[in-house]
């Protein structure tokens, strides 16, 4: 020993054990704060893996022409260049295989790795003007084969003839559209594009930058050099947001989630740290009496105080940051398991090395924060405190416990709770504190609900919507049909209608759903009632955010050349059917629809299909409607689509339930700590009082009566406070948008209660484990 | 009447180098209403000798025996309750709860058996400890004599047959010991309660029916000297 400060070691072996709770607690601020970064990280791995899957892993594109392009190539920033081009996007421009219009996209072969769909799933992409590669829905309906022949027809009238060396994949869209797609390679499609205008030689020019690169100051260099106008741009928005290459909202939204939910759990682990030191320095009062009557100064002992619980942090950070990642590695595994294709691209055991340097930042701070007030309290303890042997008592009563009200052993445990004012708030505020994170950011919860749409149940795998001269024009016993087929899980067949309101001229857009339908609806319906609707009485009205047909009035329509009465039984929620946002839609049943309109059949079908459907399947149903629907009708395949959906859905789900668990672990971690402290500092008490002659039972009644005591009023703050501000962010958040007024957060305050009821439970054990092995004898004497 | 057997009594501490023969073989026996010391230098065992025939330590061989009972043959709970219904503790450093009143502290043993307390006897009790005036303070606001008679009074409510006490007045004044000791003497006379006394000082002796002398972890009888 050469210097007082080496004291904290010999110190810290001898106290080993009081100090496991300090300890705990610092390695777990650290953890949580690794796991929010370290999961708003892989968030944002996921979400860019599923945006470079989606959109392609291109950063920029510009309409230039050859030379120009030749002079962008050769900047030092370009990691990678493509041209490509597209003819016939909108499916109207007159090129024809076979008579059906053919969207066509031509591109170097470089492209390929920019974009995923341009992706050749057979055979090899066109490597001369003469070679093609057809998408899987031209194959198939044309029944051709690789090495095959393949004439199209320009709108100039003279037919090409190609061979085909590959099938292209369909694309989210073209399988949407149900659309006929070509790739040529560059010289090819160049060939193909109407001659004489100037414009056929301008292409786009795929760039895909180098890292680290400033994306945007390359780009801004680029529009000068080439004076390029803005139409003349474009951007990967997604991509580079996520890549943080643009001062996008979004994303900073999520990392300051993320922040201010760090700092949260940087005040709950400043409010644990710092009571668990100040019982410790409690404990240790004589100790610290002892050290100034030998002569250390205040300062000093400040000093060692500080420097005590700095060498918590060397074992303790490492500790927190290294669970944080296992449990990082764990979310990601899980979100790779759950939904695999989707989240491939995540990697199992990536380090997110945010998320470390987040904790181990905190951690520090956290500790040093949290250690202000104790070494203060340490340093003014006066040296004769060590001569006058009361100390070792850690919370001196200010008043008597009430043994009238209660049996002595629930109310000693009473008023160890509530005996000292400030600790009584401190303990229950703490636990108010996790009532509130929780109550406050579970509104995200319904936030997220509403903003990124989940797959409604409803839902389709497939949407058929015909064309809109004869509207209603698919029988209802061919959509009972169709429910048979295999592969088929349930369809939901609607019919539309126009309708006019003679007050002001305006359009109405009446829905019918059937029955399973209306109820499903009924999830989403703001006020109202569903049985008017379903008996045909009256119709639920769309929500919109300037105006609503108010629930319980009545319009008038003309339907059918005649006027008719409408009643409002109520106020649904925005549905995907909605054709025109800015039209009223109006949503009856069948029976009404039948009633107003005269129209017996449908003019849409949203097919769901079973999880192990085959393609064959599929071309049996489209087989199906084609020949029902004839030539003017939608054949949407959202399979794809879907799938994006829910994969986006999920990863934010994991996100922001993750939260709520890291917060339920907050509350969770409090409690426990809380209340182990207490009873460790009361040990020797509970010795004298186990000599004096209680059982360990009665002790163990007295542990929980104090555990409830802070447990109720930290509920009772907790919901007093937690419930204003969650009306408040509900208000903001969902109210403001999507109408759905604020109720009370019925899951979430029983959740809460039931993690806090539950940390009570293990609170106690614990103690309760150590009570009944203390030794008597050896806890009245020790000193 | 026979109060309390104890019979070959042996505990060992510690095992090798480390080993201690805290208690070896020790036998005795004491009556009703009879006042007994124990005296003996630091280390010879006079503490695990008390705790061992209070219940709050085991013996490692032999019996206690209190009013016929064998206390290392009950289950823990049992024993505790047993303690505390039979034997009032009395502690050199007091071991009050801080956070009850000086009545409270009196009334606690009872208060454990869910019994109302007779405010008769609790008042009594406050009059022969002379701390009528100090019943609604808490223990921190007393001295350290007042605090140890707090704690004879906690020991003497339940009208224990035996009164355990270990240098009851190791931290207390000549004054406040001699208080101490009145209170003792008074309570194996006047209420007929065995004590048993642990104590460094050989003046004390003198009120004692009956001295014994640890050493070594042997216990003997010295004369005693009645008065
Ligand atoms: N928990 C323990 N572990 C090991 N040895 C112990 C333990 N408790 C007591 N001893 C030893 O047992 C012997 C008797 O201890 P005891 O406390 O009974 O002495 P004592 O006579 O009460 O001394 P004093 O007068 O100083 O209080 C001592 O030598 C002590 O070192
Ligand atoms: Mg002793």
Same mark, same amino acid.
């Given at each position: 020993?050469?210097?007082?400060?080496?004291?904290?070691?010999?110190?810290?072996?001898?106290?080993?054990?009081?100090?496991?709770?300090?300890?705990?607690?610092?390695?777990?601020?650290?953890?949580?704060?690794?796991?929010?970064?370290?999961?708003?990280?892989?968030?944002?791995?996921?979400?860019?893996?599923?945006?470079?899957?989606?959109?392609?892993?291109?950063?920029?594109?510009?309409?230039?022409?050859?030379?120009?392009?030749?002079?962008?190539?050769?900047?030092?920033?370009?990691?990678?260049?493509?041209?490509?081009?597209?003819?016939?996007?909108?499916?109207?421009?007159?090129?024809?295989?076979?008579?059906?219009?053919?969207?066509?996209?031509?591109?170097?072969?470089?492209?390929?790795?920019?974009?995923?769909?341009?992706?050749?799933?057979?055979?090899?992409?066109?490597?001369?003007?003469?070679?093609?590669?057809?998408?899987?829905?031209?194959?198939?309906?044309?029944?051709?084969?690789?090495?095959?022949?393949?004439?199209?027809?320009?709108?100039?009238?003279?037919?090409?003839?190609?061979?085909?060396?590959?099938?292209?994949?369909?694309?989210?869209?073209?399988?949407?559209?149900?659309?006929?797609?070509?790739?040529?390679?560059?010289?090819?499609?160049?060939?193909?594009?109407?001659?004489?205008?100037?414009?056929?030689?301008?292409?786009?020019?795929?760039?895909?930058?180098?890292?680290?690169?400033?994306?945007?100051?390359?780009?801004?260099?680029?529009?000068?050099?080439?004076?390029?106008?803005?139409?003349?741009?474009?951007?990967?928005?997604?991509?580079?947001?996520?890549?943080?290459?643009?001062?996008? %909202?979004?994303? /900073?939204?999520?990392? $300051?989630?993320?922040?201010?939910?760090?700092? @949260?759990?940087?005040? +709950? &682990? *400043?409010? !644990?740290?710092?009571?668990?030191?100040?019982?410790?320095?409690?404990?240790?009062?004589?100790?610290?009496?002892?050290?100034?009557?030998?002569?250390?100064?205040?300062?000093?002992?400040?000093?060692?105080?500080?420097?005590?619980?700095?060498?918590?942090?060397?074992?303790?950070?490492?500790?927190?940051?290294?669970?944080?990642?296992?449990?990082?590695?764990?979310?990601?595994?899980?979100?790779?398991?759950? %939904?695999?294709? /989707?989240?491939?691209? $995540?990697?199992?055991?990536?380090?997110?090395? @945010?998320?470390?340097? +987040? &904790? *181990?930042? !905190?951690?520090?701070?956290?500790?040093?924060?949290?250690?202000?007030?104790?070494?203060?309290?340490?340093?003014?303890?006066?040296?004769?405190?060590?001569?006058?042997?009361?100390?070792?008592?850690?919370?001196?009563?200010?008043?008597?416990?009430?043994?009238?009200?209660?049996?002595?052993?629930?109310?000693?445990?009473?008023?160890?709770?509530?005996?000292?004012?400030?600790?009584?708030?401190?303990?229950?505020?703490?636990?108010?504190?996790?009532?509130?994170?929780?109550?406050?950011?579970?509104? @995200?919860?319904?936030?997220?609900?509403?903003?990124?749409?989940?797959?409604?149940?409803?839902?389709?795998?497939?949407?058929?919507?015909?064309?809109?001269?004869?509207?209603?024009?698919?029988?209802?016993?061919?959509?009972?049909?169709?429910?048979?087929?295999?592969?088929?899980?349930?369809?939901?067949?609607?019919?539309?209608?126009?309708?006019?309101?003679?007050?002001?001229?305006?359009?109405?857009?009446?829905?019918?759903?059937?029955?399973?339908?209306?109820?499903?609806?009924?999830?989403?319906?703001?006020?109202?009632?569903?049985?008017?609707? @379903?008996?045909?009485?009256?119709?639920?009205?769309?929500?919109?955010?300037?105006?609503?047909?108010?629930?319980?009035?009545?319009?008038?329509?003309?339907?059918?050349?005649?006027?008719?009465?409408?009643?409002?039984?109520?106020?649904?929620?925005?549905?995907?059917?909605?054709?025109?946002?800015?039209?009223?839609?109006?949503?009856?049943?069948?029976?009404?629809?039948?009633?107003?309109?005269?129209?017996?059949?449908?003019?849409?079908?949203?097919?769901?299909?079973?999880?192990?459907?085959?393609?064959?399947?599929?071309?049996?149903?489209?087989?199906?409607?084609?020949?029902?629907?004839?030539?003017?009708?939608?054949?949407?395949?959202?399979?794809?689509?879907?799938?994006?959906?829910?994969?986006?859905?999920?990863?934010?789900?994991?996100?922001?339930?993750?939260?709520?668990?890291?917060?339920?672990?907050?509350?969770?971690?409090?409690?426990?700590?809380?209340?182990?402290?207490?009873?460790?500092?009361?040990?020797?008490?509970?010795?004298?009082?186990?000599?004096?002659?209680?059982?360990?039972?009665?002790?163990?009644?007295?542990?929980?009566?104090?555990?409830?005591?802070?447990?109720?009023?930290?509920?009772?703050?907790?919901?007093?406070?937690?419930?204003?501000?969650?009306?408040?962010?509900?208000?903001?958040?969902?109210?403001?948008?999507?109408?759905?007024?604020?109720?009370?957060?019925?899951?979430?305050?029983?959740?809460?209660?039931?993690?806090?009821?539950?940390?009570?439970?293990?609170?106690?054990?614990?103690?309760?484990?150590?009570?009944?092995?203390?030794?008597?004898?050896?806890?009245?004497?020790?000193? | 009447m026979e109060i309390l057997r104890v019979e070959n009594l042996?505990?060992?501490?510690?095992?090798?180098?480390?080993?201690?023969?805290?208690?070896?073989?020790?036998s005795f026996t004491m009556e009703r209403g009879e006042?007994?010391?124990?005296?003996?230098?630091?280390?010879?065992?006079?503490?695990?000798?008390?705790?061992c025939i209070g219940g709050?330590?085991?013996a490692?061989?032999g019996k206690v025996f209190l009013s016929g009972r064998d206390l290392f043959a009950m289950g823990?709970?049992e024993r505790?309750v047993f303690r505390r219904q039979n034997i009032g503790?009395?502690?050199?450093?007091?071991?009050?709860?801080?956070?009850?009143?000086?009545?409270?502290?009196?009334?606690?043993?009872?208060?454990?058996?869910?019994?109302?307390?007779?405010?008769?006897?609790?008042?009594?009790?406050?009059?022969?400890?002379?701390?009528?005036?100090?019943?609604?303070?808490?223990?921190?606001?007393?001295?350290?004599?007042?605090?140890?008679?707090?704690?004879?009074?906690?020991?003497?409510?339940t009208h224990p047959a035996l009164v355990l006490?270990?240098?009851?007045?190791?931290?207390?004044?000549?004054?406040?010991?001699?208080?101490?000791?009145?209170?003792?003497?008074?309570?194996?006379?006047?209420?007929q309660q065995t004590?048993l006394?642990?104590?460094?000082?050989?003046?004390?002796?003198?009120?004692?029916?009956?001295?014994?002398?640890?050493?070594?972890?042997?216990?003997?009888?010295?004369?005693?000297?009645?008065?």
């Amino acid at each position: 020993m050469k210097h007082y400060l080496d004291l904290i070691k010999i110190s810290a072996k001898q106290h080993r054990k009081q100090n496991r709770m300090t300890r705990l607690c610092i390695v777990l601020a650290v953890f949580l704060v690794t796991v929010i970064f370290g999961m708003a990280d892989m968030e944002m791995r996921s979400q860019y893996i599923q945006a470079v899957k989606t959109d392609g892993g291109w950063h920029a594109a510009f309409v230039m022409d050859e030379e120009q392009g030749a002079l962008l190539g050769e900047r030092p920033e370009v990691k990678e260049i493509a041209r490509y081009g597209a003819l016939n996007y909108n499916l109207e421009g007159g090129y024809q295989i076979k008579g059906v219009e053919t969207g066509i996209c031509g591109f170097d072969k470089e492209f390929q790795e920019m974009l995923p769909d341009a992706e050749i799933l057979e055979g090899t992409f066109p490597e001369t003007a003469g070679e093609i590669a057809l998408n899987e829905n031209a194959m198939d309906r044309l029944g051709m084969q690789i090495g095959g022949k393949v004439s199209m027809t320009t709108p100039q009238g003279d037919a090409r003839q190609y061979q085909i060396t590959g099938i292209a994949k369909n694309t989210a869209l073209t399988a949407e559209l149900d659309a006929f797609c070509v790739f040529l390679n560059t010289d090819g499609f160049l060939a193909l594009s109407p001659e004489g205008t100037g414009a056929a030689r301008e292409m786009l020019y795929y760039v895909e930058f180098r890292k680290f690169c400033n994306i945007q100051k390359a780009i801004g260099e680029i529009r000068t050099q080439f004076e390029l106008e803005d139409a003349q741009v474009r951007q990967n928005t997604k991509v580079l947001m996520l890549m943080l290459q643009t001062r996008d %909202s979004y994303l /900073l939204s999520f990392y $300051l989630l993320a922040g201010i939910l760090a700092v @949260l759990v940087m005040i +709950a &682990g *400043i409010f !644990m740290i710092t009571a668990s030191m100040n019982s410790s320095i409690a404990r240790r009062t004589e100790f610290f009496g002892m050290m100034r009557c030998l002569g250390a100064t205040g300062k000093q002992v400040v000093r060692f105080v500080r420097k005590e619980a700095l060498s918590w942090c060397k074992e303790a950070i490492p500790a927190g940051v290294a669970a944080g990642v296992a449990v990082t590695w764990a979310l990601c595994g899980m979100l790779r398991f759950l %939904s695999p294709g /989707l989240f491939d691209g $995540l990697p199992v055991l990536g380090i997110s090395w @945010l998320g470390a340097a +987040a &904790g *181990i930042l !905190m951690g520090l701070v956290t500790v040093l924060l949290a250690a202000r007030s104790p070494a203060k309290r340490a340093g003014a303890v006066s040296p004769l405190t060590a001569v006058s042997g009361n100390a070792g008592t850690v919370h001196a009563a200010k008043r008597a416990a009430h043994t009238r009200l209660f049996k002595v052993d629930m109310a000693l445990g009473i008023h160890h709770a509530s005996g000292s004012k400030k600790n009584f708030f401190l303990v229950a505020g703490s636990f108010a504190f996790s009532i509130v994170l929780f109550l406050s950011f579970g509104t @995200l919860i319904d936030f997220m609900h509403h903003a990124v749409t989940p797959l409604r149940a409803s839902a389709p795998d497939i949407a058929v919507n015909v064309g809109s001269e004869e509207m209603n024009r698919i029988p209802a016993e061919f959509a009972e049909d169709l429910e048979e087929y295999p592969g088929v899980k349930r369809i939901f067949r609607k019919g539309y209608a126009y309708l006019t309101m003679p007050a002001d001229g305006k359009d109405v857009v009446l829905i019918s759903y059937d029955e399973r339908q209306l109820r499903m609806a009924e999830d989403t319906m703001v006020e109202g009632k569903l049985s008017e609707v @379903l008996d045909g009485k009256g119709v639920f009205s769309v929500f919109l955010e300037e105006r609503t047909l108010a629930c319980g009035s009545n319009i008038l329509v003309t339907a059918g050349g005649k006027e008719r009465k409408i009643h409002v039984s109520g106020i649904i929620e925005s549905v995907p059917d909605v054709l025109n946002p800015s039209v009223d839609t109006l949503i009856c049943s069948e029976k009404m629809f039948r009633e107003l309109t005269g129209e017996k059949g449908f003019a849409s079908l949203d097919i769901q299909l079973e999880k192990d459907v085959t393609d064959t399947q599929v071309q049996e149903i489209r087989k199906a409607v084609g020949q029902v629907c004839g030539e003017d009708y939608d054949f949407s395949d959202k399979r794809m689509r879907n799938q994006e959906v829910r994969g986006a859905y999920f990863s934010m789900s994991v996100f922001l339930y993750g939260f709520l668990a890291v917060i339920a672990l907050i509350a969770f971690f409090n409690i426990i700590n809380c209340i182990g402290m207490s009873v460790s500092a009361r040990m020797r008490e509970y010795g004298a009082m186990r000599a004096i002659g209680m059982s360990v039972g009665q002790l163990i009644r007295m542990v929980t009566g104090e555990t409830l005591t802070y447990t109720v009023f930290g509920v009772i703050f907790g919901y007093l406070a937690g419930l204003p501000l969650n009306r408040f962010m509900f208000r903001t958040l969902v109210t403001n948008r999507w109408g759905e007024a604020w109720s009370l957060p019925g899951w979430e305050m029983v959740v809460i209660v039931f993690v806090m009821l539950a940390s009570v439970c293990l609170a106690v054990l614990n103690p309760a484990r150590q009570i009944k092995r203390m030794t008597v004898v050896e806890t009245i004497s020790r000193e | 009447m026979e109060i309390l057997r104890v019979e070959n009594l042996s505990k060992v501490y510690g095992a090798g180098e480390a080993r201690v023969e805290a208690l070896k073989q020790v036998s005795f026996t004491m009556e009703r209403g009879e006042f007994g010391a124990v005296v003996g230098v630091s280390g010879s065992g006079k503490s695990t000798l008390l705790n061992c025939i209070g219940g709050l330590d085991f013996a490692d061989q032999g019996k206690v025996f209190l009013s016929g009972r064998d206390l290392f043959a009950m289950g823990e709970n049992e024993r505790t309750v047993f303690r505390r219904q039979n034997i009032g503790f009395i502690f050199q450093s007091f071991h009050l709860i801080q956070e009850l009143d000086v009545e409270q502290n009196i009334m606690f043993p009872l208060l454990l058996d869910y019994k109302k307390p007779d405010q008769e006897r609790v008042d009594e009790i406050l009059e022969v400890l002379g701390l009528k005036n100090r019943r609604k303070h808490l223990p921190g606001q007393l001295s350290g004599g007042q605090q140890q008679r707090v704690a004879i009074g906690r020991a003497l409510i339940t009208h224990p047959a035996l009164v355990l006490a270990d240098e009851p007045t190791g931290n207390l004044d000549s004054q406040s010991s001699q208080d101490v000791m009145e209170l003792l003497c008074k309570a194996s006379r006047h209420y007929q309660q065995t004590v048993l006394m642990i104590t460094h000082n050989m003046n004390l002796t003198a009120s004692a029916d009956r001295v014994f002398q640890v050493s070594d972890g042997k216990l003997s009888e010295l004369g005693g000297v009645c008065k």
